[in-house]
């Protein structure tokens, strides 16, 4: 089992930066693939970035790609999502989750076993 713990977000202006941290407890962190969500107002959770077990694949939407990237620190148990060049349509509260049965860091939210409570993210135009 782990327990994730999602940090570093915040009220920041369209065109800046944050980056998020998902710190994991437990020894087998790097047997999980880690993959990122967001919830906005009144919207479904939905996919932004996965990484897998090594951090040698990554998946992400459509929609972040080329302003968002996903690193991974095993040795730190940690998960970073870097988010360059915000919109406001990226405001939303984001989660980490960490799926421990398969390796392909994938979309699918009910592929994930654990979620953190989330941090929220605000980008103002």
């Known amino acids: 089992q782990v327990q994730l713990v999602e940090s570093g977000g915040g009220l920041v202006q369209a065109g800046g930066s944050l980056r998020l941290s998902c710190a994991a407890s437990?020894?087998?962190?790097?047997?999980?693939?880690v993959g990122w969500f967001r919830q906005a107002p009144g919207k479904e959770r939905a996919f932004v970035a996965a990484?897998?077990?090594?951090?040698?694949?990554?998946n992400f939407a459509d929609s972040v790609k080329g302003r968002f990237t996903i690193s991974r620190d095993n040795v730190k148990n940690t998960v970073y999502l870097q988010m360059n060049n915000l919109k406001p349509e990226d405001t939303a509260v984001y989660y980490c989750?960490?799926?421990?049965?398969?390796?392909?860091?994938?979309?699918?939210?009910?592929?994930?076993?654990?979620w953190g409570q989330g941090t929220q993210v605000t980008v103002s135009s």
């Open positions: 989750a960490a799926d421990q049965f398969r390796s392909v860091p994938a979309m699918y939210s009910g592929q994930y076993d654990y």
């Open positions: 437990g020894r087998t962190f790097s047997t999980y693939v």
């Open positions: 990484i897998s077990r090594g951090g040698g694949r990554t």
